[in-house]
């Protein structure tokens, strides 16, 4: 009889072992096995409260029987009851000390627990006594692996595993979570739909996470169909909300419309399901639609931040209906802070002064860090008590908890400082946080070797107005050019973006720099015309050429209105000459000091070319990343030229600096038209 209930139970036919099981129970009531066969039968079908009570029946037949008292343990945890599964497990090997499952068992109670150390030694204590290769020891000890976030040992041992247990569901669970640690999304999927097809009632467990490797190898479609069986009655909304953002992506609007708004009632403050109905009602131009549904969803939860905010965004801003909306959610929510924060930048596009220090204080009584409604309290109060206004500032500086807030706010101080007619006391600031801020930088790379002697540097265009802000990476030059930014300066730092313009200067094209027709035309004095056909092309080589010919130009002559600039007189010889000069040594080795490569004076570390001064508060450290030109806006007479932060230590930085520079300028000069030819080289 037990032979064919496990048959039955092997082959999933859990109704007729659970019927072979009560007959053997009800023919043999004193026999332990067959109430422990039982228990068997009626946990793998679902029921572990009657497994439970077939157990304890069996160990009162058999109080000694060590296997009895560790499957009562497993079913203990089941049913969360940890406590209870530890002391059985204690009893179970008490009767046997080299029982390997309770062993294997008390491992997993304790991952349960998360208390690793106590896996490892009861492993450790298993593998003595487990026969070499058991790949039931090996599972579990690639469970632990994973719980120490070594992925490559879990793969390892649930690979060896797998030899021997194939078709193990669990284990097969094992090795699906050790390929997803492992990035191997395609075997991980498949282990997963394997372990469906073996223990179809975890089907529904492992739906979800099917469906996130799929969607995860860009199949947001097919992730969406994983999870229908499972949204076919009501579902969490959990389940609503995946469905939607995957739908969503596989661009069948009608679907993730329906799950998005099924999502959003249990949902109401989650952010990816309203951003995603947002963008259905605006693609679909549902905007009453949008209105009704937020506001039914506000009607049941009115402290539903997001839901208020995007309830905001339907309505214009500075209307009457939008100021409704806001009265409405301030009525709601008076300390919530986005709400805050809303009426804050409403009152600022109103010209309201007196309405942004109210909500301001507002803000900071509730979070005294919260820089945006200090930054603004402040350059209210500027206005008219510059004291105060610092004092505001100082208070916000103090209110920062994390280093690199301070820094921000000290760079901050620092224009505030010099709005308020102290430049010496915001240049003191500056330097403050520029020397904290180098003293935690590494050292700069030694200086590589300059082939030859330097040229000499070019004179700058008396029309043209650059400046190329220059320094070592790390040295903290990025603060300098945000300030510029800041005040409103004509910043050039596109080529610095994750997005840089694609021409000929960038790193990629350099290697192809001296050949082809634009080679040859530099040896001429002049740059070739374009090729006709390829207007990207076209743009590259009048955009460089436009470059070369307002740096080195003094009197070329101005760009007609509607056409291509006008070829001034060539002097090809000497600008080709000089012009290679200067490209071989930035290319043979590193600035010196940068000056000669951008051609003009920038301090002791870094590179500016210029034509004139520049205001003062370009000095003022701010927060950004790399280099950048300014170029357009007359300087300020008498006004002092900031030091660079860092040094040009090396050929790389260089020729950065060279090709920022001819960026900057090339940006003041129109490219030549379609087909024709760039302008000669005066």
């Not at 995603?276 to 049941?300: F, K, N, Y």
């Not at 309830?311 to 709601?332: D, F, M, N, S, Y």
């Not at 030694?446 to 070592?472: R, S």
Request: hydrophobic share 45%; net charge positive; with cysteine.
């Amino acid at each position: 009889m037990q032979e064919a209930i496990q048959q039955a139970l092997q082959g999933g036919d859990l109704d007729k072992a659970l019927a072979l099981a009560r007959e053997w129970a009800e023919a043999s009531p004193d026999d332990a096995a067959a109430r422990h066969a039982l228990a068997v039968a009626l946990a793998q079908s679902g029921d572990p409260d009657a497994a439970l009570a077939a157990l304890d029946e069996a160990l009162r037949l058999a109080p000694e029987n060590a296997w009895l008292h560790m499957d009562r343990a497993v079913l203990l945890v089941q049913g969360g009851r940890l406590e209870a599964a530890r002391e059985a497990l204690d009893q179970s090997l008490g009767l046997d000390p080299n029982l390997v499952p309770a062993y294997l068992a008390q491992a997993r109670l304790a991952l349960l627990r998360g208390d690793l150390d106590a896996a490892g030694q009861a492993l450790r204590t298993a593998a003595r006594i487990a026969p070499e290769g058991d790949p039931h020891l090996a599972t579990v000890q690639a469970m632990l692996a994973l719980r120490r976030g070594d992925a490559e040992q879990a793969l390892r041992h649930a690979s060896a595993a797998a030899e021997r247990l194939p078709d193990d569901p669990q284990l097969l669970s094992v090795l699906a979570l050790a390929y997803l640690a492992r990035g191997h999304l395609a075997f991980a999927e498949q282990a997963l739909r394997r372990v469906m097809e073996l223990a179809p009632p975890a089907a529904a467990k492992l739906r979800p996470l099917l469906a996130q490797l799929v969607d995860a190898q860009r199949r947001p479609g097919e992730a969406v169909d994983v999870l229908a069986p499972l949204l076919e009655g009501e579902a969490a909304p959990a389940l609503y909300r995946a469905a939607g953002l995957y739908a969503l992506r596989a661009g069948r609007a009608g679907e993730a419309l329906a799950h998005l708004r099924r999502a959003l009632d249990g949902l109401p403050d989650d952010l990816a399901v309203l951003d995603g109905l947002m963008r259905l009602w605006q693609a679909r131009g549902e905007r009453e639609q949008a209105r009704a549904t937020l506001e039914s969803v506000l009607a049941a939860h009115p402290d539903a931040g997001a839901a208020w905010s995007a309830r905001l965004v339907l309505e214009t801003p500075g209307t009457a209906e939008g100021a409704q909306v806001l009265e409405r959610w301030l009525a709601a929510m008076p300390e919530h802070v986005p709400a805050l924060h809303a009426a804050l930048f409403d009152r600022e596009r109103a010209g309201d002064p007196a309405g942004v220090e109210a909500f301001a204080r507002r803000v900071l009584a509730l979070r005294p860090e919260d820089f945006v409604a200090g930054r603004m309290l402040a350059e209210t109060l500027l206005e008219r008590d510059a004291e105060a206004a610092l004092a505001q500032a100082r208070a916000l500086l103090a209110a920062q908890t994390e280093e690199a807030a301070r820094a921000g706010v000290r760079s901050w101080l620092g224009q505030l400082l010099d709005r308020a007619g102290r430049p010496d006391q915001a240049l003191a600031e500056w330097l403050a946080l520029h020397a904290e801020h180098g003293g935690r930088l590494p050292p700069p790379p030694p200086p590589a070797e300059v082939a030859g002697p330097w040229p000499d540097a070019a004179a700058p265009a008396p029309e043209t107005q650059v400046l190329l802000v220059w320094g070592a990476p790390g040295s903290g030059v990025e603060r300098v050019v945000d300030t510029l930014v800041a005040g409103g300066g004509p910043v050039l730092r596109d080529r610095f973006g994750p997005r840089p313009p694609d021409d000929p200067l960038q790193p990629r094209h350099r290697r192809g720099a001296g050949r082809g027709p634009a080679a040859a035309g530099r040896a001429g004095g002049a740059l070739a015309p374009c090729p006709a056909g390829a207007r990207h092309r076209q743009r590259r080589c009048g955009g460089l050429a436009a470059v070369v010919g307002q740096r080195t130009a003094a009197g070329a002559a101005p760009a007609p209105a509607g056409g291509p600039p006008a070829a001034g007189p060539a002097r090809p010889a000497r600008h080709a000459a000089g012009l290679d000069r200067r490209r071989r040594a930035v290319r043979a080795g590193g600035a010196r000091g940068g000056r000669r490569v951008a051609g003009g004076a920038a301090g002791a570390g870094g590179a500016a070319a210029r034509a004139g001064p520049v205001p003062a508060r370009a000095a003022a450290p701010g927060r950004g990343a790399g280099r950048s030109a300014a170029a357009g806006r007359p300087p300020r007479p008498g006004a002092r030229l900031p030091a660079a932060a860092g040094p040009a230590r090396s050929a790389r930085a260089a020729r950065r600096a060279l090709a920022r520079l001819h960026r900057a300028a090339g940006r003041r000069v129109r490219a030549p038209a379609a087909g024709g030819r760039a302008p000669g080289l005066p």
